[in-house]
């Protein structure tokens, strides 16, 4: 009996230790993506995913859909966000202060890293009659929706190929995955998207009608961007998608992970650290992030580099950016 009581109150005085050791909370951290079958929102899912399986319980992130990069550069503003997946262009906008932040810039916005180019396309069926950017006056066109970045995007193609979107045309502002399949039913002749490659936003429809891409090539085009340095020209190869069979060329920017200049110092080190030594796992989980290369991720960063992620870098012995 003496025995039996004994390894009780053993017991007893374990579990009392136990419960009185502190449990450490995982920090919350959201990240804002895009349109669900975009590839913002896997940029969003699966940084979160390496950061929940290599942070030791240290963070909890959960990645979300969410409107774009405009909506993402002011959530991360207003601290709703930790994390935004932007554009290159709309982040350099934003420190700037023009364009959808004309006279109100955002001078809190900070990079991190940088993923995937994205092309700026745009689809149409093969039987829409569209065999350049000129053919879209008379059709209807989604431009994307208000607060992304590929409406901004679309804004600047046309006003260069000199198409007004309220009197040339009938302009949309559906949500990606609505204007794939608006384009399947007919409801639309074209969509633009800015996106990188492949996009299930562009294979679904290209596996239901056949579709073409547009070439974005003009000599407007490219003297927009030549004084951008978040630009490039670029080109979608052969097979990227069903009924692509011929290089099709466009100009590009690139998908960028930002934050605040609040956020802390230590939590940005940390996941960047961990996104950057595995990589690997990154490359692995989407066909648009697997020729990802560490230090091509520190190129198109448009906004001023968060300290935190600087500290990584500066480890690891590579060049930090002249941004800004």
């Not at 920090?27 to 349109?35: A, K, R, T, V, Y």
């Not at 950061?51 to 002011?74: E, M, Q, T």
């Not at 891409?213 to 000599?219: A, E, G, I, Q, R």
Request: neutral net charge; charged residues 20%; contains cysteine.
């Amino acid at each position: 009996m003496h025995r039996i009581f004994q390894a009780f109150l053993s017991a007893t005085v374990i579990a009392l230790a136990v419960s009185a050791t502190p449990v450490r909370a995982s920090q919350d951290l959201l990240i804002g993506g895009g349109s669900v079958t975009g590839v913002y929102y896997q940029v969003a899912l699966h940084v979160c995913n390496l950061i929940n399986k290599h942070s030791d319980g240290k963070y909890n992130c959960v990645g979300r859909p969410a409107l774009g990069s405009v909506f993402n550069i002011n959530a991360v503003n207003r601290g709703l966000l930790d994390f935004g997946v932007a554009q290159s262009d709309r982040n350099f906008q934003a420190y700037k202060g023009t364009a959808d932040w004309e006279g109100n810039p955002v001078t809190g916005l900070r990079s991190v890293f940088s993923m995937h180019p994205e092309t700026v396309l745009v689809v149409t069926r093969k039987d829409s009659g569209i065999k350049m950017v000129s053919d879209l006056k008379g059709k209807r066109v989604n431009i994307g929706n208000p607060g992304s970045g590929q409406r901004g995007n679309a804004e600047d193609v046309l006003k260069i190929y000199g198409i007004d979107k309220d009197k040339d045309m009938q302009s949309e502002g559906l949500q990606q995955h609505d204007a794939s399949r608006a384009l399947v039913d007919r409801k639309i002749d074209a969509f633009f998207y800015t996106v990188g490659n492949p996009s299930a936003a562009i294979e679904e429809p290209a596996n239901s009608t056949d579709i073409t891409l547009v070439p974005v090539n003009s000599k407007g085009i490219k003297e927009f961007i030549s004084d951008k340095p978040f630009y490039v020209m670029t080109a979608i190869k052969p097979g990227t998608y069903k009924g692509v069979d011929k290089p099709v060329e466009t100009f590009a920017v690139k998908a960028t992970v930002v934050a605040s200049a609040e956020a802390s110092e230590q939590m940005i080190y940390d996941v960047t650290k961990i996104i950057f030594e595995n990589i690997d796992e990154l490359r692995a989980s989407h066909a648009a992030f697997k020729n990802l290369e560490p230090q091509e991720m520190l190129g198109g960063l448009s906004a001023p580099l968060h300290p935190g992620a600087a500290k990584y870098y500066k480890e690891r012995g590579w060049k930090l950016p002249s941004t800004l």
